[in-house]
């Protein structure tokens, strides 16, 4: 059967009353994906709020916005939807002071560990705050393309997949990553544990690995897992940030395989990033050619117009469900905490000869 790749889904809908988005924290993210999301989906932006005054000029400036002088007044914007794009840790010093009630999207990851995403997940309870995370990557063109091929049964059932990285990353983009106990599957690997998530529901356990390596002082770069779905299904990521051998056998890649059809994800934008190669999307049903579907965007910076729309429609009644919720996104961490937990684990010992 011939399919027609052009009609899967590939955006989210914009809200149809935008409300203005304050951004809290204006680093290297916010300059890289959000402000141009927001900039090409025409989604207002009412100013830029950093801890680092300088920062805050700076951005203010080059994307002709207002600079906040202070938290408070960052804050005290009317009908504002609160964008916070902080290190993972100083999410707990803002949420508490932003109204309660309102509509607030944090930078993923939710906290520094499970602990932390727990008293994330309180506070948003107890203050009514229509939070989500921006687990961004299952809102890109291509992942939610995936996800609409797989509601229409073009894959069948989905019995094998892998994440495959295999790149060099510049870590040195994220300063706030050195000395930090957690990193490789806490910063980077989460977006695709979130995806699984989104397209195979919540695993039952891991079994992890997740390492340095000699030419980093950081606490990971390298990551292996094995995820336990159903019976017959294989999940796996092979993850090696340190493949520093030119870009011939560089890869980063979703292989889906269903029981009627497969999926290919080439995620271009680790291959150079952040400017990055141009994601692809392919698929095939048995007995097909593979076709590639013309891609109506990039992860970066598409995929945040989606989490910022889903919020915002969710905030006015016009989503019934919002996806990347704190609820969710606690079951991602949960993931995260499950794999690091498995990695500080022995695995089965090996007999020695008698
Ligand atoms: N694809 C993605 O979703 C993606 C990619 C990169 C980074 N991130 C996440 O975005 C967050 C920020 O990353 P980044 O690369 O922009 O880091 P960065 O270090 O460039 O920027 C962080 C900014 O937050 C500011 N800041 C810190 N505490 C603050 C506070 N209490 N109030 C106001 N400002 C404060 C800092 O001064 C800094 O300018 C991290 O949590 C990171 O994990 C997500």
Redesign the pocket.
């Known amino acids: 059967m011939s399919i027609d790749t052009t009609a899967l889904r590939q955006s989210w809908p914009r809200p149809s009353f935008p409300r203005p988005i304050v951004i809290?924290?204006?680093?290297?993210?916010?300059t890289?994906?959000h402000l141009p999301a927001y900039r090409l989906a025409n989604l207002p932006v009412a100013g830029v709020?950093?801890?680092?005054a300088e920062?805050t000029r700076t951005v203010a400036t080059q994307w002709n916005t207002r600079g906040f002088e202070s938290?408070d007044q960052a804050i005290a914007t009317p009908d504002a939807v609160f964008d916070l794009?902080?290190?993972?840790g100083?999410h707990l010093?803002?949420l508490p002071k932003l109204p309660d009630g309102a509509a607030v999207l944090l930078?993923?990851?939710m906290g520094r560990d499970l602990v932390e995403a727990t008293a994330i997940l309180e506070l948003c309870r107890a203050k009514s705050l229509k939070a989500a995370v921006?687990f961004?990557?299952r809102f890109s063109p291509m992942m939610l393309a995936v996800a609409d091929a797989l509601a229409r049964g073009w894959l069948g059932r989905l019995i094998d997949v892998e994440v495959h990285l295999n790149l060099v990353t510049p870590w040195h983009?994220?300063?706030?990553l050195v000395g930090m106990p957690r990193v490789e599957i806490a910063?980077h690997s989460i977006?695709y544990l979130d995806t699984l998530r989104a397209l195979l529901g919540n695993p039952t356990g891991v079994h992890a690995r997740t390492l340095g390596h000699p030419s980093t002082d950081l606490a990971q770069t390298r990551t292996s897992a094995l995820f336990d779905f159903a019976p017959d299904q294989r999940v796996t990521f092979s993850i090696n940030h340190n493949h520093d051998f030119g870009r011939r056998f560089q890869d980063a890649s979703f292989r889906f395989e269903g029981t009627d059809g497969a999926a290919m994800v080439k995620l271009g934008l680790l291959l150079n990033y952040p400017e990055g190669e141009s994601d692809e999307l392919w698929i095939t049903r048995k007995g097909d050619d593979w076709t590639q579907v013309p891609l109506q965007g990039r992860w970066?910076p598409h995929a945040f117009i989606g989490t910022m729309s889903n919020l915002q429609r969710y905030a006015a009644g016009e989503d019934a469900a919002l996806i990347s919720s704190v609820e969710d996104a606690w079951h991602t961490m949960a993931l995260a905490e499950a794999a690091f937990e498995s990695a500080a684990k022995p695995a089965t010992p090996v007999k020695a000869k008698p």
């Open positions: 809290i924290g204006a680093g290297g993210i916010v890289d994906a709020y950093d801890l680092d920062r938290l794009a902080l290190p993972p100083a010093d803002v930078q993923k990851p921006n961004q990557l983009l994220f300063p706030f910063v977006h970066f």
